[in-house]
């Protein structure tokens, strides 16, 4: 089992930048990868960005050369840094995990960006 809790979400200006970051519960050095994934209203959910353990990262197309995404073990943490945000981010952010083959997920944090 992985709790995940979410932190850093909130309201901003077009233009502007977010940090989010969450935290695990187990020791992240098992997860084998961690990452963010959002959900719009009326839509699915989809990948923002993922980090495997060894520091492969994934990111989805909405989110390149803006957001980056960062781990830290030792902390247990993963982190979302979101630059030039636009109000098509506007989404709850999901934290994931995986973890011997289970998909763990967060509560969900809102962002909301304000053209």
């Known amino acids: 089992q992985v709790q995940l809790v979410e932190s850093g979400g909130g309201l901003v200006q077009a233009g502007g930048s977010l940090r989010l970051s969450c935290a695990a519960s187990?020791?992240?050095?098992?997860?084998?990868?961690m990452g963010w994934y959002r959900q719009a209203p009326g839509k699915q959910r989809d990948m923002v960005a993922r980090?495997?353990?060894?520091?492969?990262?994934n990111y989805g197309d909405s989110a390149k050369g803006r957001f980056t995404i960062s781990r830290d073990n030792a902390k247990k943490t993963v982190s979302l840094q979101m630059n030039s945000l636009n109000a098509e981010d506007t989404a709850v952010y999901y934290c994931?995990?995986?973890?011997?083959?289970?998909?763990?997920w967060g509560q969900g944090t809102q962002v909301t960006v304000s053209s």
């Open positions: 994931y995990a995986n973890l011997m083959s289970t998909d763990y």
């Open positions: 187990t020791s992240a050095n098992s997860i084998a990868s």
């Open positions: 980090m495997s353990n060894s520091g492969r990262t």
